[in-house]
C-alpha cells in the first residue's frame, strides 16, 4: 500500500488508525488519543466503513473478520499490539515510553490483546452504530 500525499480519503496523508466503530472501549480510545494528539497527526476511521475497508485491502488484511486495532501509515500496517505501541510512539512524550513494550515478545504481547479483544463487548459494551466525532475534531476522521 503507498500513498500519494494528496491527503483524501482513498490515500490519506498521515497514519490512519482503523478502529471497531461500535465498541466502547475503542471509542474510548480513539477519543482519549484526539485529547492527546492536538496537532492531529493521526487520522481515523471505523474498521466497518467504507474507507477503512479500502485501506484494509490495500494494506492485504483480511476485512470481514478483523477483530483488532490496525495502523496504516504508508505502506505499513500495524495490527494488535504492534499498533498500539506505534501509536503512543506517535504521540510523543511521555508515551512514546510504551515502546519499552517491544522488549516483550510480540506472542505474548499478542495474545493479551487478543484478551481484551475478545471480552471487549463483554466488558465495555457496543453501540448499535459507529460513533459521530464532534464537529472540531471531524477532519480527522475518513468516511
Same mark, same amino acid.
Do not use: H
Given at each position: 500500500?503507498?500513498?500519494? /500525499?494528496?491527503?483524501?480519503?482513498?490515500?490519506?496523508?498521515?497514519?490512519?488508525?482503523?478502529?471497531?466503530?461500535?465498541?466502547?472501549?475503542? %471509542? /474510548?480510545?480513539?477519543?482519549?488519543?484526539?485529547?492527546?494528539?492536538?496537532? /492531529? @497527526?493521526? @487520522?481515523? #476511521?471505523? +474498521?466497518?466503513?467504507?474507507?477503512?475497508?479500502?485501506?484494509?485491502?490495500?494494506?492485504?488484511?483480511?476485512?470481514?473478520?478483523?477483530?483488532? *486495532?490496525?495502523?496504516?501509515?504508508?505502506?505499513? #500496517?500495524?495490527?494488535?499490539?504492534? #499498533?498500539?505501541? $506505534?501509536?503512543?510512539? +506517535?504521540?510523543?512524550?511521555?508515551? $512514546?515510553?510504551?515502546?519499552?513494550?517491544?522488549?516483550?515478545?510480540?506472542?505474548?504481547?499478542?495474545?493479551?490483546?487478543?484478551? *481484551? #479483544?475478545? %471480552?471487549?463487548?463483554?466488558?465495555?459494551?457496543?453501540?448499535?452504530?459507529?460513533?459521530?466525532?464532534?464537529?472540531?475534531?471531524?477532519? @480527522?476522521?475518513?468516511?
Amino acid at each position: 500500500m503507498t500513498g500519494d /500525499g494528496t491527503g483524501d480519503d482513498a490515500t490519506p496523508d498521515g497514519p490512519v488508525l482503523l478502529f471497531d466503530g461500535v465498541c466502547n472501549l475503542c %471509542n /474510548g480510545v480513539v477519543q482519549f488519543l484526539v485529547r492527546r494528539d492536538p496537532a /492531529g @497527526r493521526i @487520522r481515523y #476511521a471505523p +474498521l466497518q466503513s467504507d474507507s477503512g475497508q479500502a485501506l484494509l485491502e490495500r494494506a492485504g488484511l483480511a476485512g470481514d473478520d478483523m477483530d483488532t *486495532v490496525v495502523l496504516v501509515e504508508g505502506d505499513r #500496517a500495524y495490527t494488535k499490539s504492534g #499498533a498500539a505501541i $506505534r501509536v503512543a510512539e +506517535l504521540l510523543g512524550w511521555p508515551y $512514546r515510553l510504551a515502546r519499552l513494550g517491544r522488549l516483550v515478545p510480540r506472542r505474548l504481547r499478542d495474545a493479551l490483546y487478543d484478551i *481484551v #479483544a475478545a %471480552n471487549r463487548y463483554g466488558w465495555f459494551g457496543r453501540k448499535e452504530r459507529c460513533m459521530v466525532p464532534d464537529e472540531d475534531v471531524s477532519d @480527522r476522521f475518513l468516511d
